[in-house]
């Protein structure tokens, strides 16, 4: 079956240091997202990427980055000058452009230690 | 900017009862209107996808409707059991820039024996 698999499911991270969460496709979409989830605060959107090799920020993309080196693949490392990283971070992905719907992965719970 | 707001933030009800969950958006130049289920701790399950053209859709107990021009949705769910139990999102695509999903904050329905 077609989907979006996010892993690792749980993650924690040490101060200072950098951390990267995988998000892998097999639905043949073009657009990939990456989201974060704080409880009381919704889904907010990190980075997208509409195209291979192109790749645009979001909402709240400071102290996150990504790469779109092959269309099944869009990685975000967390980097250590993201100030609050615990969070719930979730990746989606869509068939293109317009009123296609969206498809979530499972999710990578990061929590620092 | 778009908004969407979700009434009511939390429903309790006993087994059995039919229910209705409410989205309201700011922007009516929408693509589509996605209906989400999310379990604690999981990603986000996909449960009904409306078109900016279409009026409703129906998926078993499920049935969401759409008026673009009020901005309302609404997420009618039969009949309703204890594994219907989850938080409820509404999300709206906008139809410029980059096709932008927008969420609502959910509602959390617990339904009990």
């Known amino acids: 079956d077609g989907g979006i698999t996010q892993s690792p499911k749980y993650l924690f991270r040490k101060e200072g240091q950098n951390v990267t969460l995988s998000c892998e496709q097999n639905l043949n979409h073009d657009a990939m997202y990456w989201y974060r989830q704080d409880p009381g605060q919704g889904l907010r959107l990190i980075y997208y990427s509409q195209i291979v090799n192109d790749f645009q920020k979001g909402d709240i993309a400071e102290g996150y980055s990504v790469s779109r080196e092959k269309k099944e693949s869009f990685p975000l490392t967390v980097t250590s000058a993201q100030k609050n990283p615990t969070a719930f971070y979730l990746c989606a992905s869509k068939a293109g452009q317009g009123g296609y719907g969206y498809t979530f992965g499972s999710g990578t719970r990061l929590t620092v230690v | 900017k778009q908004e969407v707001t979700q009434i009511p933030a939390a429903l309790s009800v006993p087994e059995g009862e039919n229910l209705v969950l409410n989205c309201s958006f700011t922007?009516?130049?929408?693509?589509?209107l996605q209906w989400f289920r999310q379990d604690p701790g999981k990603g986000l399950t996909s449960l009904l996808l409306i078109q900016s053209s279409q009026r409703e859709q129906t998926s078993g107990r499920l049935n969401a409707s759409l008026d673009k021009s009020s901005g309302r949705s609404t997420l009618y769910i039969a009949a309703s059991q204890p594994g219907d139990s989850a938080t409820y999102l509404c999300?709206?695509?906008?139809?410029?820039?980059?096709?932008?999903?927008?969420f609502g904050a959910g509602t959390r329905l617990a339904v009990h024996p």
């Open positions: 999300a709206v695509t906008g139809s410029g820039g980059y096709n932008k999903l927008i």
């Open positions: 922007d009516s130049a929408i693509y589509n």
